[in-house]
């Protein structure tokens, strides 16, 4: 029936614009969360900096209680700010599945594969077209972290290593978390099925079976056993982002987001995004997930916070986190080169910083933006299928 088509146009259109409003600000909290990893790998490039985080150094000045002990810590939260960008991912890909606009596999696999392993290769022939022109000189006043960046040779097995987006890559060491959300991405769609068919029971049903899957990982020795614990935390990140999205019309309509209750959430998700609460991924990921998910909430709900990532730097953020995540280790280790003998270190980090967030745009236009647009494009239904799916819907 004509009338019923339009009415189911219609409440589509409107899931979609409501959809845009939660990736909007959603991406501006991802945008805070890449500024948080920034910082962070700025400050482990200072001595003092690779003290506290790596050796367990204890504060002694103001300035590093300031600094390492007190709230300001939020903004040098590199780790949880990874276990943020999982649980984000899997809402955002999960959302299309609970509003009954879920992608077909080949679909899916294209886009995924576009949005993130073609910025990928990018910004690894970014770093190392930097890396032959600059060097790697020894630096003093610089933490032992410098000289982990940039080591591997240029060889074959490195070529090797990095087309095949492995975990651990000195050319651009931030690209780890790329290999897991690819690694995911292959399997997202399967671990959604059961979503079908329970709707949000499916989502504990995956769990159940990816436990299994990875318990049993044990009897191939100690080296799989180690990535089925790893794989399973980061897994389960994504499930608790899918998670909020089963509910994510009840979280904007329970409750009007008031300042009280906006500021619990938050205050509480920090407190549990605040610690290093373990090494170990399998242990980490249950006070980090849950820390995001409060996070997100408040993100999603009408009130202060949610205004504060809809204005305008909070979006920029946004539009760019994922260009100056995959860029800024190489253009601060490049700066920090260049200038070794006439800038002091903590300028140099400083400048390294602002100019990444300056180059990010530039990436952004040139690759990240056309190859969304490529994803969308190999991926487009052709013709005939759209005059068939019309008439189907008419």
């Known amino acids: 029936m004509p009338g019923s088509a339009t009415h189911s146009t219609s409440t589509v259109s409107s899931q979609t614009d409501s959809h845009r409003h939660h990736f909007g600000q959603l991406d501006s909290l991802r945008g805070l969360a890449a500024l948080a990893v920034v910082i962070h790998h700025a400050v482990i490039l200072t001595v003092t900096g690779n003290d506290f985080w790596h050796n367990h150094a204890q504060p002694h000045q103001w300035w590093e209680w300031v600094a390492f002990r007190s709230p300001v810590m939020l903004l040098d939260q590199g780790i949880s700010a990874v276990y943020l960008f999982f649980v984000l991912s899997g809402f955002v890909l999960a959302l299309p599945w609970f509003s009954g606009r879920h992608q077909t596999y080949p679909t899916f696999i294209i886009r995924r594969v576009c949005r993130i392993y073609i910025p990928y290769l990018a910004s690894m022939l970014f770093s190392v077209l930097l890396l032959l022109a ?3 000189p ?3 006043n610089v933490s032992t972290f410098y000289a982990s960046i940039w080591h591997s040779a240029l060889d074959v097995s490195t070529l090797g290593r990095t ?7 000195s050319l651009n060491f931030p690209t780890w978390t790329i290999a897991w959300e690819l690694r995911i991405a292959l399997i997202f769609p399967i671990l959604l099925a059961p979503v079908v068919l329970l709707k ?9 079976v990816m436990l299994v899957a990875c318990i049993g990982l044990r009897v191939a020795g100690p080296v799989a056993a180690e990535f089925g614990r790893v794989a399973y935390a980061y897994i389960a990140l994504f499930i608790m982002g899918a998670a909020l999205a089963s509910i994510v019309d009840r979280i904007q309509t329970f409750e009007p987001g008031s300042t009280r209750s906006t500021t619990a959430l938050l205050g509480l998700g920090a407190l549990l995004l605040f610690p290093v609460w373990s090494t170990k991924p399998l242990v980490a990921f249950i006070p980090l997930g849950a820390g995001s998910m409060l996070v997100m909430i408040a993100a999603l709900r009408t009130g202060w916070f949610s205004s504060f990532l809809q204005r305008a730097t909070p979006r920029w953020l946004g539009k760019i986190s994922f260009s100056v995540y995959l860029i800024h280790v190489p ?7 260049i200038t070794q003998e006439w800038l002091p270190v903590p300028i140099a980090l400083i400048s390294g910083v602002i100019l990444s967030f300056a180059a990010a745009p530039i990436f952004y236009r040139l690759v990240e933006y056309p190859a969304q647009q490529l994803g969308r494009r190999l991926s487009r239904p052709k013709p005939s299928a759209k005059i068939l799916d019309r008439a189907v819907t008419v």
Request: hydrophobic fraction near 60%.
């Open 134 to 136: 600059v060097g790697h």
């Open 163 to 169: 087309l095949a987006v492995d975990t651990d890559n």
């Open 331 to 337: 253009i601060i280790t490049a700066f920090l080169a």
């Open 200 to 208: 949000r029971n499916g989502l504990l049903l995956s769990l159940v």
């Open 138 to 140: 020894v630096i003093s």
